[in-house]
Antibody, heavy 119, light 111 residues
Framework: QIQLVQSGPELKKPGESVKISCKAS????????MHWVKQAPGKGLKWMGW????????TYADDFKGRFVFSLEASASTANLQISNLKNEDTATYFC????????????WGQGVMVTVSS | DTVLTQSPALAVSLGQRVTISCKAS??????????MHWYQQKPGQQPKLLIY???NLESGVPARFSGSGSGTDFTLTIDPVEADDIATYFC??????????FGGGTKLELK
């Protein structure tokens, strides 16, 4: 069955970096894009961007340009999200979600990774 | 960016019919498709796709869920509401160019 399994929770200090992974199984990894979605505590969902799993090209929403990097370990069917220079407002749950290249809807989601940024 | 507006909360009774609305700041429909999708999220869980392209039921989703609408006004209907349906529901649009946006969510609560 199709699964997206994400790495575990993270506790970081402001200014540090974090790398979250999302391992896909049950389908051909390069046939679908991987999208990233942020959910701050008690808040709604915010689309961060996506990575073309065939070419490796990332596309970022405006609010996520600069400190956020999407990458792949295609041989391991894994997508990664790295956030550098962490700020308190980065405290959130980050989801990976499978979708068509470019967008449309997201049919499978990872379980989410809670990142807490606190001094 | 396309803004999606949902009512924050809705109180329901088990067994009744409930409609959850989502209004877009611009049309998200073409002549072929409406680029509006619906998700269910329970506390501590990831969102789950229920409806895509406004009215298509995702595989495995119970038939008591349905979606309708076009242009700027869309509706998710649950009939009848079961206890397992108590959750937050988000609409999401994928019209034209990114960014893809979500509504603020409607939390379904028991009366």
């Amino acid at each position: 069955q199709i699964q997206l399994v994400q790495s575990g929770p993270e506790l970081k200090k402001p200014g540090e970096s974090v790398k979250i992974s999302c391992k896909a199984s049950g389908y051909t990894f390069t046939d679908y894009a991987m999208h990233w979605v942020k959910q701050a505590p008690g808040k709604g969902l915010k689309w961060m961007g996506w990575i073309n799993t065939y070419t490796g090209k990332p596309t970022y929403a405006d609010d996520f340009k600069g400190r956020f990097v999407f990458s792949l370990e295609a041989s391991a069917s894994t997508a990664n999200l790295q956030i550098s220079n962490l700020k308190n407002e980065d405290t959130a749950t980050y989801f990976c979600a499978r979708g068509e290249s470019g967008g449309d809807y997201f049919d499978y989601w990872g379980q989410g990774v809670m990142v807490t940024v606190s001094s | 960016d396309t803004v999606l507006t949902q009512s924050p909360a809705l109180a329901v009774s088990l067994g009744q019919r409930v409609t959850i609305s989502c209004k877009a700041s611009e049309s998200v429909s073409s002549s072929s498709y409406s680029y509006m999708h619906w998700y269910q999220q329970k506390p501590g869980q990831q969102p789950k796709l229920l409806i895509y392209h406004a009215s298509n039921l995702e595989s495995g989703v119970p038939a008591r869920f349905s979606g309708s609408g076009s242009g700027t006004d869309f509706t998710l209907t649950i009939d009848p509401v079961e206890a397992d349906d108590i959750a937050t529901y988000f609409c999401q649009q994928s019209w034209n160019d990114p960014p893809w946006t979500f509504g603020g969510g409607t939390k379904l609560e028991l009366k």
